[in-house]
């Protein structure tokens, strides 16, 4: 449970003091607020699916979530066909600076007709829906 308060403590300060991840001034620190909130939340949940790797829905439950931490969002994680999705609903401004957080990656965007953006190239399973906050990464099996 320290290791990922200490993990969200430094996102945040990389977040506040990195010049390669430092926000645009148009977000309003609502949208960043739920950015990291997304992010603390993908990583945990996709630290669980590299170590148990379950099939399915994971329950926030069996996270290792920082101490007082709380969903601003109603956040999702699954396991499916070896990889992990992390989804949940977002306005385009929170979608923007979770991908820019996340320095623009690829693994990182918006549910878009049944594909990642903002490159479309990774195919998305039906279960997450469209215009959703998605991250999605290959779970070792």
Request: hydrophobic content about 45%.
């Amino acid at each position: 449970m320290k290791i990922m308060a200490v993990l969200a403590l430094l996102l945040g300060v990389m977040a506040i003091l990195s010049p390669s991840v430092s926000y645009r001034d148009e977000y309003a620190p609502a949208a960043k607020s739920v950015a990291l909130n997304y992010a603390i939340y993908r990583n945990a949940a996709f630290l669980y699916a590299q170590r148990h790797k379950p099939n399915g829905a994971i329950s926030q439950a069996v996270l290792d979530l920082p101490d007082g931490w709380h969903a601003l969002r109603a956040w999702s994680a699954r396991v499916e066909g070896g990889r992990c999705y992390v989804y949940g609903p977002a306005s385009a401004e929170e979608i923007s600076a979770a991908w820019e957080l996340f320095q623009g990656s690829f693994a990182v965007g918006r549910a878009e007709n049944g594909r990642l953006t903002p490159d479309g190239i990774v195919p998305l399973p039906s279960f997450i829906p469209a215009d959703s906050l998605t991250s999605v990464v290959e779970v070792d099996r």
